[in-house]
């Protein structure tokens, strides 16, 4: 089984800490990105999840959303990320996710450049 409570580190050497994850699912914890953690000012910048439990067989789904701390002078939303747990066969957990950042344009006009 794999279990998303505990300490990530991602391809950039990011730093995700997620506390245990409730039964409903609902989990929170704290996100350090590596300009966080390499420049002047090193604040976690909370995040909030669910996990989804599979079917037989399966390995968990999640989502979470993390709350930057004013790293940018552009208005944004908060990052979705979306992924999947795995295991393989030496017990070696993975999580595999995509992020969606929404940031704030002047006009409806622009809308088709506010996302990545």
């Known amino acids: ?12 050497d990011s ?13 929170h914890g704290k996100y350090l990105t590596q300009v966080t953690l390499t420049g002047g000012c090193a604040r976690a ?5 669910a ?5 037989e067989g399966g390995w968990p789904t999640f989502a979470f959303t993390v709350r930057w701390d004013k790293f940018s002078s ?6 979705a990320s979306a992924g999947q747990c795995f295991v393989d ?19 409806l006009k622009e809308d088709w450049k506010a996302t990545r």
């Open 15 to 27: 730093l995700m800490e997620i506390s245990a994850v409730r039964d409903d699912g609902d989990f």
């Open 89 to 107: 066969a030496a017990g070696k957990e993975t999580l595999t996710t995509m992020w969606l950042l929404r940031e704030a344009v002047g006009s």
């Open 51 to 55: 996990q989804q439990q599979p079917g």
């Open 74 to 79: 552009k208005s944004t939303a908060p990052p």
């Open 45 to 49: 910048s909370p995040l909030k999840g």
């Open 1 to 12: 089984q794999c279990r998303l409570s505990g300490l990530w580190r991602n391809e950039q």
